[in-house]
């Protein structure tokens, strides 16, 4: 009954994972070769949800093409807006306020947590175990209840502006983040003893998609997938923008190149995003949110490029100006594109199921990936 | 004229079972996923959401059951049955209290090893009738799986066999009056429950052992082309066959219907038997049903060949050398 | 390396390299006949070694196209920027997947919105839009009377 349909000349079964499929998190569609239960070939066909942002923000002004970018990553839309405001704040030449920098950082980092939190439950879920899903999603929703009282949105917060951000803080912000920090601190224990201690989890994941060091470079892959290969790649450590470069930050390595290198990454990073949360939460100055910008903003002819670390990794903003008040080309370089393309280089020669592990160790968001 | 009115007696009832025991189930799986995953469940139909299974049966009956155009109909339409009529054929050696058993037959334990085997002839014509290449995968990830992990709840049965010297369950229920073999049995006993729990989550394809529905890889394996009623059957089954083979872990292991007794400690005994045997036995198949839905609900899940390696390398050898032991035990007297 | 020292190095291997005032980075402004060549030796030529090819992109001019390559090194953290002008009829240049493996995506999303052909891509196809896509969609003369808004 099956020789007609899907199959290669060598007998090898070819399957469609995805567009629907519920470990791919979206409407991504990999087309992959099976030799039995083994993985030969893994084949990605994007475009279900292009929506060609980059063709739009052509006619968007400078100050309405930042919401379209909460569309694209949206686990971090906070820290995209904070990647085009800096791009457009080349431009300004504008002095951002220190208040606004420190609410920046601080929102970045909660986004990281809660984009980590949500990852670490859905992986789980990839892997087979469905109760971590809802324990992550009890701690992603304070986060977001405390992001809808500041930016009025729980998903595409659009809260970042050229020039800071749009509103001030709300007074309960700091109060609720302390609740935050202390309810996750004794949260992050039971993960561990969840899911990180499991044997069977470990058995799936060590071992499972390595990606050597100078292939992850030579992939383009960044953020924790490129961290956990040994790639020394934190724009927040390299590049420091706003005020990384005043807090202590820890970048986290792993030389393991495998999905339990990955995880461990991710797992240590929400610790450095808590700690950097805790030494400015206290510490927010006042002043302004936001630096006096025109009403209408212009960038100088010329091209201008941003790179701020994403939850996923590395996202530049890459503006062409014409001088106008539209830019004349925007490219978008977005984290799980790049960590995409290696997938196939990690999943030959696995079997089926680690293929739905590697996925799920590369977070990847698909929006983002199509823009 | 009697033997065919008790036919249908049984026959009623049995259906009666399956049914509630469906309804049951379901509910308390869905309201054990729910206490671990800090939700409160079905809440709505019903006190404490007690009919939303029945209102999901009701749904589920009258909608289409479509065949899809490549499937072998035949096969595919014969599938669901065969799950439900292997897992209903079980139900037959099954003490439910004191006396009230269908067939008291001499090799209880064989038939009930031989017949729970039925299980995957459905999961492979209907993985192979689907035509479709997840359902196939499912089928054949089932296939290896139900047929490596049938010698080790079979071991692990042989040892309780070993213990009390006859194959037909009355005899063991009866062997356990003075305690149950769980406790009389030393540790190699408890390296038989521990077998044949992992053995038997295995065998119904329970999660962390669901890699032949593996939601996450393959949608939902070998069912993922049935709809309606027809996948509400294999659905029943499933969950009918996590009773029994719980049910059979209850008789093996703590006795059944037998009342919790020690030695000769006779005043005690006497205290337990006042607590009905039906709710001695389904109290103990339900707290094993607890475990393995707690498995289900907290363990990720194993990849294919971990899942064989797992078998083969480890539980296989054990049971062996298990059974072995076993029958030290047995021959040298040491249990008690 | 600096920009400096690195300009120093640039013109050594590519003489005809011309250097564009960039804000942030070290523009590169090269002929698209040269650029696998001069890619080649900017990856391995040590004391340079770009490693890292972070983005890929194509600029639509109303008179021609530029190819903007960004790339930077993960040994010496330095960055440049290189370009190289395409004809718009026809644009075509040499595919670097096999220099920077990130390169193969990138060049087959570059192809699919702006129809530039990278030769001897080992499998260009489009790979955000469909098969039967018409005309380049980045491009700033494309019409698509259905799906495109003016206002």
């Known amino acids: 009954m099956l020789e007609e349909i899907g199959k290669t000349e060598e007998g090898d079964l070819i399957i469609n994972i995805g567009p629907q499929h ?12 099976l030799n039995g239960e083994t993985v030969k070939k893994v084949e990605p066909h994007l475009g279900y949800i292009h929506r060609s942002i980059e063709k739009m923000s052509e006619s968007l002004s400078y100050r309405q093409f930042i919401y379209a970018t909460s569309r694209m990553d949206y686990l971090s839309s906070h820290i995209n807006n904070h990647g085009c405001a800096l791009c457009v704040e080349q431009g300004l030449e504008v002095e951002i306020p220190e208040r606004a920098q420190v609410i920046r950082v601080l929102m970045g980092e909660l986004t990281r947590i809660a984009s980590h939190v949500l990852w670490w439950g859905a992986l789980a879920m990839d892997v087979g175990a469905i109760t971590p899903f809802f324990h992550a999603f009890r701690e992603r929703e304070l986060l977001n209840d405390l992001m809808e009282e500041t930016c009025g949105a729980r998903l595409t917060m659009n809260y970042m502006v050229p020039g800071g951000v749009m509103f001030d803080l709300h007074p309960n912000f700091q109060r609720r983040v302390h609740e935050f920090i202390s309810m996750f601190k004794s949260k992050i224990g039971e993960y561990d003893e969840l899911v990180t201690n499991n044997a069977i989890f470990i058995n799936r994941m060590k071992g499972v998609g390595y990606i050597s060091r100078e292939d992850a470079i030579s992939y383009g892959c960044s953020g924790p997938v490129a961290r956990a290969s040994g790639v020394s790649c934190d724009i927040r450590k390299l590049y420091p923008y706003d005020i990384y470069g005043k807090v202590q930050l820890e970048e986290v390595l792993d030389d393991g190149g495998d999905c339990y290198a990955r995880y461990i990454v991710r797992m240590k990073e929400m610790q450095q995003s808590l700690s950097v949360i805790e030494q400015l939460i206290d510490n927010i100055p006042s002043g302004d949110h936001m630096a006096k910008t025109k009403a209408v903003l212009k960038l100088p002819k010329g091209e201008y490029y941003s790179r701020v670390e994403t939850a996923r990794g590395e996202f530049g903003v890459y503006i062409v100006s014409e001088g106008k008040m539209t830019p004349y080309r925007i490219k978008y370089r977005s984290p799980g594109f790049s960590n995409l393309s290696a997938i196939d280089h990690m999943a030959r020669g696995q079997k089926i199921g680690d293929l739905v592990a590697i996925m799920g160790s590369l977070d990847l968001v698909i929006p983002d990936i199509d823009r | 004229m009697a033997l065919f009115l008790e036919f249908v007696i049984a026959g009623l009832l049995c259906i009666g079972l399956f049914a509630i025991l469906g309804l049951v189930l379901v509910l308390m799986e869905r309201k054990v996923s729910a206490y671990m995953q800090i939700r409160l469940g079905p809440n709505r139909v019903g006190p404490k959401g007690a009919l939303q299974t029945l209102a999901d049966t009701l749904k589920l009956l009258s909608k289409e059951g479509l065949t899809p155009r490549g499937a072998d109909r035949f096969l595919f339409n014969l599938a669901p049955f065969v799950a439900m009529i ?19 037959i001499n090799i209880g334990v064989l038939y009930i090893s031989a017949v729970s085997s039925l299980a995957v002839i459905s999961i492979l014509l209907a993985g192979w009738a689907s035509n479709n290449k997840y359902s196939l995968l499912g089928a054949m990830r089932s296939g290896a799986q139900i047929v490596s992990y049938e010698l080790s709840a079979g071991l692990s049965i042989i040892a309780i066999v070993v213990l009390t010297g006859s194959l037909s369950i009355s005899d063991i229920i009866a062997s356990q009056a003075d305690g149950w073999w769980i406790f009389k049995g030393h540790l190699p006993v408890w390296i038989a429950f521990v077998t044949f729990i992992i053995a038997v989550t295995a065998e119904t394809n329970r999660a962390p052992f669901d890699l032949a529905e ?44 037998m009342p919790f007794h020690i030695g000769n400690w006779e005043g005690f005994n006497r205290i337990m038997d006042y607590i009905p045997s039906s709710v001695w036995f389904f109290g103990k198949t339900f707290f094993l049903i607890f475990v393995i839905m707690w498995f289900r609900w907290t363990f990720p899940r194993l990849r294919i060949d971990q899942l064989l390696n797992l078998e083969w390398k480890y539980l296989l050898p054990i049971s062996m050398v298990n059974v072995l032991l076993i029958t030290l035990v047995a021959i040298l007297g040491w249990h008690f | 390396m600096t920009s400096e020292a690195l300009k120093t190095a640039i013109t050594a291997l590519l003489p005809e390299a011309a250097f564009e005032d960039g804000r942030e980075w070290l523009n590169v402004r090269i002929e698209a006949k040269d650029w696998k060549a001069f890619a080649e030796r900017l990856r391995y030529q040590p004391g340079l070694d770009f490693d890292y090819l972070f983005c890929l992109t194509c600029v639509d001019w109303p008179a021609h196209m530029d190819m903007v390559y960004h790339l930077t090194s993960t040994v010496h953290r330095h960055t440049v920027v290189v370009k190289a002008k395409l004809e718009r009829e026809d644009p075509a240049i040499d595919t670097v997947c096999d220099i920077w493996r990130t390169a193969e995506f990138h060049e087959r999303e570059v192809y699919d919105l702006f129809g530039v052909r990278f030769n001897d891509h080992p499998d260009l196809r489009r790979l955000l839009l469909t098969d039967d896509w018409k005309g380049w969609p980045l491009r700033k003369d494309y019409e698509d009377p259905v799906n495109m808004i003016k206002l």
Do not use: R
């Open chain 1, 22 to 33: 519920p470990s791919t998190h979206g409407v991504l569609h990999l087309v992959i070769t």
């Open chain 2, 214 to 257: 593996a939601e996450s890889e393959l949608t939902a394996g070998f069912h993922t082309e049935y709809s309606g009623m027809k996948f509400a059957l294999f659905f029943l089954a499933e969950y009918i066959n996590i009773f029994i083979v719980c049910a059979i872990g209850a008789i093996l292991f703590f006795g059944g219907w």
């Open chain 2, 86 to 104: 292997g897992t209903m054929l079980l139900l037959a050696p099954i003490p439910f209290a004191k006396g009230f058993q269908l067939w008291d």
